[in-house]
């Protein structure tokens, strides 16, 4: 079978209707409902034909589902990683967020965009492929994967328990873009404190509020020292997403006639491989001692949120591959086979502010890897959405990038 007879063999039906299923699964993270949907996924690959397993980890009972398209020997393996949580419905949406509803143009459905489109697309990739009857050289590893809102605990298990092939695909959307570099993530916390007085004094006071507002634009215009290049430089953002101030610690908010002594700034820090934490958190103190010297008397905490792996939770750490690293041009020639244009490629807005399970399988896992998914732009919002050709093309790109990898074996 030719190349396009195989991607004009792709049900598109049958393909609408899988990711419905999977939007109909309440997956909210450390749920029983991720649990269920994991175990489908592993009874769906197995009828295809795929060496699937449930991959238990950690003390909560949290599992993966795993499965393996057996290649015959000879090619290049490849890994598709997408994960099954998601995150929760909010108000404003006018369709149900569980339906799994498909009208003309869209895929509707909490999660449908981060990430169950990606994860039903190279499921169906592969189910086209198995139909068609095609031998692969190479192994196909399909995870689907939980824990990803909490910074990839569920990839980073795989990973430790020994998944390991010479390419992967992580899947998070990118409107199928190809992203060959995003940011780590870093949480932080600033302590601001002043010395109140009446309002009738204020000129005496240090006012942790004021000092915050200066602070603010000042953080959300940082980057980051240590950058290896302006590519690198461009996936550096911080931002400053919660500001509290009020009287002392306890945030006393009864007496507004009195200078507010204390201010509570959170946010996250982005930067790219190559950089650290501790180069941030540097720069950042910089930034204090500079905001100290412009408010005399205010002392200054800065707190990095690290802790969160004592909770259970990771960090995720960033990403880069080459572009001329196999798995990009993989993946590059897949697109513009099935669309007829060159990928959008490189450390493209947004999805290079994002943390994923990329950052994992590149630093703890060590494989060269891309990021594209389908998906992207009605992500995080009400009436969630995928574009329904958007969904078809990905699963051509991962159908063609799959032979362009592992090889057909003709001998088979």
Known sequence: ???????????????????????????????????????????????????????????????????????????????????????????????????????????????????????????????????????????????????????????????????????????????????????????????????????????????????GCDLVPRLNAMTFSGAMSPEHASVNRCHVGVFKGALGREMEEWRPPQVADYCVLKGSARYAPGQTREGVLADMEKELTALRSRFPGLKTELISMDAMEEQGLSLMPPYEVRRDSGIVTAINAAYKEVRGEEQPTGAITPTRFYGSDAGHLYELGGMEGIVCGCGGRYNTMPDERVDIVDYIDMIKVYMLTILNVCGIDEDA
């Open 1 to 211: 079978m030719d190349r396009k007879t195989l991607l004009d063999s792709v049900d598109e039906k049958a393909c609408l209707d899988f990711v419905s299923m999977m939007v109909r699964h309440k997956t909210y993270s450390e749920t029983e409902g991720e649990t269920i949907l994991v175990k489908r996924m592993v009874e769906e690959m197995q009828a295809v034909g795929l060496d699937a397993h449930i991959h238990h980890f950690g003390s909560k009972g949290r599992c993966n589902a795993v499965g393996t398209y057996k290649g015959s020997g000879g090619g290049k393996s490849l890994i598709f990683n997408g994960h099954l949580d998601t995150n929760p419905a909010t108000e404003g949406w006018t369709v149900d967020p569980w339906g799994g509803l498909v009208d003309e143009n869209f895929i509707y459905g909490i999660g449908v965009s981060n990430m169950k489109s990606s994860d039903a697309a190279y499921f169906c990739a592969v189910r086209a492929l198995k139909q068609a009857g095609v031998k692969l050289k190479g192994d196909v590893i399909l995870t689907f994967v939980v824990g990803e809102l909490q910074g990839g605990v569920g990839t980073e298990a795989l990973i430790r328990d020994g998944l390991k092939a010479d390419y992967f695909v992580n899947c998070e959307p990118s409107d199928l873009v190809a992203v060959t570099m995003h940011s780590a993530a870093l949480k932080f916390q600033i302590n601001l404190i002043g010395d109140t007085r009446h309002l009738s004094k204020r000129e005496d006071a240090v006012d942790a509020v004021m000092a």
